[in-house]
């Protein structure tokens, strides 16, 4: 696969703006330890082949369990997951797929997140899967292989 745009530093802005967003992101109080796996469920979910490399690197970077990792896209049947991370990869999973039914994000949904996290917490896990969805379909759409980065 050949990368559509070659020259990444043709776009500083948009790589200055996405990285405000993950300031903000890290900003939460919730652990990357949980942040980072939400990035690469979602990249999985949407198939973003750079997003994935680059998520798993930085997963294990930030201290996630490598058998976490490896089992992460049956996370709902992982009892090393704890309830704190299902709530945090649940509302990942419905806001990642809000074409596949009206009102994906359910009140059970967000209510069991709010459980585990405070309202400043919160934010950070919607940032970060709207960033995603945002990269992943930068890079899907630009054809960024993976083991490269657009961001």
């Not at 690197?57 to 990792?69: M, W, Y």
């Not at 704190?84 to 990869?89: D, F, K, Q, V, Y």
């Not at 967000?110 to 934010?123: I, K, P, S, V, Y």
């Amino acid at each position: 696969m050949t990368a559509r745009i070659q020259n990444t530093a043709s776009q500083p802005d948009i790589t200055k703006g996405v990285q405000h967003l993950f300031k903000e992101v890290y900003a939460g109080g919730v652990p990357r330890q949980t942040l980072e796996p939400v990035h690469l469920r979602a990249s999985q979910i949407n198939g973003c082949s750079a997003c994935v490399d680059a998520g798993a690197k930085s997963a294990a970077r930030a201290g996630a369990d490598p058998e976490k990792l490896l089992t992460l896209a049956a996370w709902y049947e992982n009892p090393l997951f704890d309830d704190a991370e299902r709530a945090a990869l649940a509302l990942t999973e419905a806001a990642t797929r809000l074409c596949d039914r009206p009102g994906a994000v359910t009140d059970e949904i967000w209510a069991e997140a709010a459980r585990h996290h405070d309202e400043r917490q919160l934010g950070a896990p919607v940032l970060r899967v709207a960033i995603t969805n945002f990269l992943n379909r930068i890079n899907t759409t630009l054809r960024v292989p993976a083991g490269t980065s657009w961001h």
